[in-house]
Nanobody, 126 residues
Framework: VQLQASGGGLVQTGGSLTLSCAASTQTFSNYPKAWFHQAPGKEREFVAA????????YYTNSVKGRFAISRDNAKNMVYLQMNNLKPEDTAVYYC????????????????????WGRGTQVTVSS
């Protein structure tokens, strides 16, 4: 596995978590990266993305103002700071990497990412 997400857990509504994604190969060090989540019975959905340099970020509307994606290329890490968590944020969170960050009509799709790691479970209790 070349990407490994960690940091998930159980929190109450309004709580915070920080997810981390470690890349085990330097191949991904400057790739754009993204976080997706997948709830039971649902498709994998886009959460946030960051450019290779880290100066451009994108978020799905439901997390704007609550989540922040960042990266440290020297450490080959990407992070997702999640604040004011809601029960609807409950899902398995995955990090992904790809050479190019593609947006179609402002949408980032999981099908445009070919490199995935194992997910980490985030559960928000009401």
């Amino acid at each position: 596995v070349q990407l490994q997400a960690s940091g998930g857990g159980l929190v109450q509504t309004g709580g915070s978590l920080t997810l981390s994604c470690a890349a085990s190969t330097q191949t991904f060090s400057n790739y754009p990266k993204a976080w997706f989540h997948q709830a039971p019975g649902k498709e994998r959905e886009f959460v946030a993305a960051i450019s290779g340099s880290g100066n451009i970020t994108y978020y799905t509307n439901s997390v704007k103002g609550r989540f922040a994606i960042s990266r440290d290329n020297a450490k080959n890490m990407v992070y997702l700071q999640m604040n004011n968590l809601k029960p609807e944020d409950t899902a398995v969170y995955y990090c992904a990497a790809e050479k190019r960050l593609i947006r179609r009509d402002g949408v980032v799709s999981a099908t445009d990412f070919g490199n995935w790691g194992r997910g980490t479970q985030v559960t928000v209790s009401s």
